[in-house]
């Protein structure tokens, strides 16, 4: 098992992850106005921000993206070898909000541009992400960035 620890660029905010594999970890995450437990289990998620445990499924979509957590932006970049490439993917997500809870399914497109930073846009919204030579995320530009390891 490893554990990594990310924190908020732009608000106060801190999560760590213990990572089994790609598809299985867990993981709290601590905000301003909330505290929050997850467990990834393949295509499964099971989110908990103390008024009782919400699953979600994939049903269609590629891999989950569970808001202010880097490690589910990790996730496309090691499955499908991103950093090794120059490509661009198209892929459909299951989007967790937090606080909330809820789920949508979101359209995001990760370009790689062959140094280990990803570009990454969903709708309007684009930014810049840094990962280490496995495929985890350092430093999501001007949002969060990696205090362990």
Do not use: C, K
């Amino acid at each position: 098992m490893r554990t990594f620890v990310w924190e908020g660029i732009d608000e106060p905010r801190m999560e760590i992850v213990h990572v089994d594999g790609v598809g299985r970890a867990r993981g709290a995450q601590i905000g301003l106005v909330y505290e929050l437990r997850w467990w990834l289990e393949g295509s499964e998620l099971t989110v908990d921000v103390g008024d009782g445990a919400v699953r979600h499924e994939l049903d269609g979509a590629d891999f989950f993206d569970l808001q202010h957590s880097a490690y589910f932006n990790s996730l496309p970049v090691l499955r499908d070898g991103l950093l090794r490439t120059r490509e661009t993917r198209d892929y459909t997500m299951r989007f967790v909000t937090v606080p909330g809870t809820t789920a949508r399914l979101a359209p995001q497109r990760y370009r790689a541009d062959g140094d280990g930073t990803v570009h990454f846009s969903t709708g309007d919204y684009q930014a810049r992400i840094d990962f280490d030579h496995e495929g985890f995320v350092v430093l999501y530009h001007d949002y969060l960035r990696r205090l362990h390891p």
